[in-house]
């Protein structure tokens, strides 16, 4: 492969991109991932870096409605898109999203570096409906890993609201 | 990430005109992001295909041939009512592999190109005949527990690390690709190859071709088949050994078998003289050590991967009994029947 690594053309992409329900015009340069544009570009430090390889779920954000890991999601690519991170899960009042009173409730972190990621995930996995059983929701967040080992409490936190919802 | 030239095609064709051999399609991103973070890839330029109309299509046409777009997303069609009700197999396969976020971003033709998990390939700072040709191939005498025991070079021995694959092998499906010359249609078992003297290569695909879809001819398996995936953890890991199986049945005997196995070679492994040992009889098990001694002949360990000979050889029974007990192997609950 020919090692011309000077770009030939544009080195900025610009892109708009609503973040929980606040709309971005950006000039971004073509090598920033969302999960960069997220942390520095909008000082949203809530999703995680953690391995920055897609190994380990800290950086899960939902885009358009999927859950993603957007340390490999290229900013250029999500142009137009709607994200929402761990910041907009609770209601503009102020109220906490039903999954974030269960984390709580059941104690579902020790340091919280992985709980972003873990809260957008377990959202989404509600929305997906892969709730039904203890193995389904094990199975459906093996993308979440948590070196403090809260695994069982946080699936007792997403179960807990999987059968509150009728989704258990 | 070294920086490059990011371009959004709107039409096929803009996309095949502006590829060169130092440029790359841009799918889910998933591997080739990662890879150049790593700067194992370094292309001048992006080609993203994301906004290109036409590529997510899933249908089925009058023969039952299924057709999957090289956009649709690996979750989009492991959910695809269409796949589920048809190839179930290649819904298993995609469901055993990475993890719900991946397969959201993965897409189809993204999978298929996907490259070697090989610790070396990946670490600029080792010598590697697949990232730089010519310069060796470490894993043959160094750590080599996840590598090829079939198919292997005395220039690499990487297997190809996809679950998707496996399917589409047993499956007999046929990627359909477009360049500046036309559309040319590859059957899986063609796409991929062996590494022989130019591992660098890790598939028949040009330079200049995109992927465009995926076809899988209408095959009546119902419920005899089964996606047996072993690996380190339970979920979310490479496969060390897995086996696809599709058994059709006629008045109890075999009609057809397809046994494609995975994280054994460079590419999908069969072996059509293995299937057709099982194939116009009944699903004898005694018959299938038989079946698995011909898939794995010729079959060498590296050391650290001898132990995949046996495995393998236990795991291509053990699917055989799924497939024809039409039990086939459940990604959510593990325990293997
Ligand atoms: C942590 C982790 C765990 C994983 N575990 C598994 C696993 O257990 N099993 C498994 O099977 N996979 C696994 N994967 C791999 C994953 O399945 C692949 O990364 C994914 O399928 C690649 O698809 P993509 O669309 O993201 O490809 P991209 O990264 O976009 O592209 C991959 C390659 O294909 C080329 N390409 C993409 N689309 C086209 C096209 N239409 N035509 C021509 N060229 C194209 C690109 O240029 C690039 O070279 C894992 C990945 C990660 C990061
Ligand atoms: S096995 Fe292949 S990919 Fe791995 S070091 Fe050897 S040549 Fe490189
Ligand atoms: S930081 Fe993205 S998966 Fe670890
Ligand atoms: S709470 Fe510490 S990593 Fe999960």
């Known amino acids: ?168 | 990430m070294r920086p490059f030239h990011y371009e959004r095609p709107r039409a096929l064709e803009e996309a095949i005109a502006g590829k060169t051999e130092a440029s790359r399609f841009l799918g889910g991103g998933t591997n080739l992001i990662d890879l150049m973070k790593y700067d194992v890839e370094r292309p001048a330029s992006l080609l993203d295909l994301n906004r290109l109309e036409g590529l997510r299509e899933v249908e089925r046409d009058r023969e039952g041939t299924l057709r999957i777009g090289a956009l649709v997303s690996n979750a989009d069609a492991a959910a695809h009512p269409l796949v589920r009700e048809h190839h179930p197999l290649l819904a298993d396969a995609i469901l055993a592999g990475a993890t719900p976020q991946l397969r959201n971003m993965a897409t189809m033709g993204g999978n298929l190109l996907q490259r070697t998990r090989c610790y070396y390939f990946y670490d600029r700072l080792t010598p590697c005949n697949k990232r730089e040709p010519g310069t060796g191939c470490p894993a043959k005498e160094g750590v080599n527990r996840i590598h090829a025991i079939l198919g292997t070079s005395e220039h690499c021995i990487a297997t190809h690390p996809s679950d998707m694959c496996v399917a589409l092998a047993a499956l007999e499906a046929v990627v359909v690709v477009r360049g500046p010359s036309g559309e040319r249609r590859i059957r899986t078992e063609d796409f991929h190859r062996l590494p022989g003297d130019a591992p660098e290569r890790d598939t028949t695909l040009d330079a200049r071709e995109v992927v465009t879809a995926i076809e899988i001819p209408a095959r009546l398996y119902g419920r005899h088949h089964t996606y047996l995936k072993l690996r380190d953890r339970l979920s979310y890991a490479f496969a060390l050994v897995s086996v696809a199986v599709t058994m059709e049945m006629q008045e109890g005997r075999v009609s057809r078998l397809r046994v494609a196995l995975g994280g054994v070679a460079h590419k999908p492994w069969r072996v059509p003289e293995a299937e057709a040992l099982l194939e116009g009889r009944g699903p004898e098990e005694a018959r299938f050590g038989a079946v698995a001694d011909r898939l794995l002949q010729g079959a060498r360990g590296y050391g650290h991967n001898d132990f995949k000979i046996g495995l393998a050889r236990l795991a291509i029974a053990r699917a055989l009994h799924q497939a024809a007990a039409a039990t086939p192997q459940s990604h959510v609950a593990k325990r293997i029947a």
């Open chain 1, 1 to 168: 492969m020919p090692d011309d690594l000077s770009p030939r053309g544009p080195e900025t992409v610009a892109l708009t991109l609503t973040v929980n329900g606040a709309s971005h015009a950006l000039r971004v340069p073509a090598w920033t991932t969302l999960l960069d544009l997220l942390r520095e570009g909008l000082g949203l430090t809530g999703s995680k870096k953690g391995c920055d390889h897609g190994q380990c779920g800290a950086c899960t954000v939902i885009l358009d409605g999927k859950r993603v890991n957007s340390c490999l999601v290229l900013a250029a690519r999500s142009d137009g898109s709607e994200v929402r991170t761990v910041e907009g899960l609770a209601s503009p009042d102020g109220a906490l999203h039903p999954l974030q009173e269960a984390f709580i409730k059941h104690d579902a972190f020790q340091c919280g570096y992985c709980t972003p990621g873990q809260l957008c995930s377990g959202v989404a996995l509600l929305q997906e409906g892969h709730t039904r059983t203890e193995d389904e929701i094990r199975e459906w967040m093996s993308g979440n890993l948590c070196r403090c080992g809260a695994y069982p409490n946080i699936l007792a936190a997403i179960l807990e609201v999987a059968r509150k919802e009728g989704r258990a």
